[in-house]
């Protein structure tokens, strides 16, 4: 992937002062440790364009918001930490960040493990496939019916979703570069992700000869899987979360939150509905 860090790579999107480690659960003081240091510590996954590095920078539509919350609440400068997808709330809970920046659905198993901000944003699943896709794939019930391969990110909704669905056929991958050079290679044919994660790496690679298919809202059991994310952090950080949630409304409200986005390919669209919280989809409703 273009620009992007090597595992476990550390950069800053400001200079910024080393933050004092956590235990694997939240305190209940992390608040006033972060204002105090200055400094919070992210982890991202390198996904275009939620969570990534540019230039030697970090970026992306999760990082730019978080480091907009933090400065309103008193924290000046971000550093994140580069790991795989599947490893950002492990390590989340072993202290080696203060909290998850990298546009994490929100889903019950992963409630159980951390705790979630507010809805960030929704979103639609899709498909990275060949140009004209031959195989007519537009979902996953296409998928599971023509029998293709399927690249999904290994730990992604797209991957619970596929195995729900009872698709066998799938292939995992640590990022979005290993996804696209499967494809290239047709060892698979389609690649399930969010739209705008997809249009964006088929922007940073406008000769890979594919496309995306259009955006839709996956079906498990009859219920909508509808892709909403949000900022992850540790469970028992309850006074931190509700500073984020307060100053993560605000941008939503002020039209800042759109601002800020807009350069990553969101929209107005992709504000999150009211009727889209946090609580409802932790509990699976």
């Known amino acids: 992937?273009?620009?992007?860090?090597?595992?476990?790579?550390?950069a800053t999107l400001a200079?910024?002062?080393?933050?004092p480690q956590t235990g694997s659960q939240g305190g209940g003081n992390t608040l006033q440790?972060?204002?105090?240091?200055?400094?919070?510590?992210?982890?991202?996954?390198?996904?275009?364009p939620y969570g990534f590095t540019k230039d030697g920078k970090v970026t992306?539509?999760?990082?730019?918001v978080a480091k907009a919350v933090f400065k309103a609440i008193g924290v000046s400068d971000v550093e994140a930490?580069?790991?795989?997808?599947?490893?950002?709330?492990?390590?989340?809970?072993?202290?080696?960040?203060?909290?998850?920046?990298?546009?994490?659905?929100?889903?019950?198993?992963?409630?159980k493990q951390a705790?979630?901000?507010?809805?960030?944003?929704?979103?639609?699943?899709?498909?990275?496939?060949?140009?004209?896709?031959?195989?007519?794939?537009?979902?996953?019930?296409?998928?599971?019916?023509k029998g293709v391969n399927l690249a999904v990110l290994s730990g992604t909704i797209e991957q619970q979703v596929a195995e729900s669905l009872g698709i066998t056929n799938v292939q995992t991958f640590g990022g979005q570069a290993e996804m696209l050079q499967a494809i290239q290679?047709?060892?698979?044919?389609?690649?399930?992700?969010?739209?705008?994660?997809?249009?964006?790496?088929?922007?940073?690679?406008?000769?890979?000869k594919l496309e995306v298919t259009d955006g839709f809202v996956p079906v498990v059991d009859g219920k909508k899987q509808l892709q909403a994310g949000g900022f992850v952090f540790r469970k028992g950080d309850t006074d931190l979360v509700n500073?984020?949630?307060?100053?993560?409304?605000?941008?939503?409200?002020?039209?800042?939150?759109?601002?800020?986005?807009?350069?990553?390919?969101?929209?107005?669209?992709?504000?999150?509905?009211?009727?889209?919280?946090?609580?409802?989809?932790?509990?699976?409703?």
């Open 15 to 19: 200079a910024c002062t080393e933050a």
């Open 1 to 10: 992937m273009k620009g992007a860090l090597a595992v476990g790579v550390t």
């Open 185 to 208: 290679a047709d060892r698979a044919y389609a690649g399930a992700l969010t739209d705008i994660s997809l249009r964006a790496l088929l922007e940073q690679n406008p000769d890979a």
């Open 115 to 145: 705790q979630f901000s507010a809805v960030d944003y929704v979103t639609n699943t899709a498909f990275l496939v060949p140009q004209g896709n031959p195989e007519g794939i537009n979902n996953f019930e296409d998928v599971k019916a």
């Open 60 to 64: 992306g539509e999760s990082p730019e």
């Open 33 to 48: 440790r972060l204002r105090d240091a200055g400094t919070v510590r992210v982890g991202i996954a390198g996904e275009i």
């Open 81 to 111: 930490t580069q790991v795989e997808f599947g490893q950002l709330i492990p390590g989340l809970n072993a202290g080696q960040y203060d909290m998850v920046a990298a546009g994490m659905a929100i889903l019950p198993e992963r409630c």
């Open 243 to 285: 500073a984020f949630n307060k100053e993560l409304r605000t941008l939503h409200e002020n039209g800042r939150w759109l601002e800020i986005v807009r350069p990553f390919g969101f929209t107005k669209d992709n504000l999150p509905p009211a009727d889209v919280t946090t609580e409802q989809l932790c509990s699976g409703e």
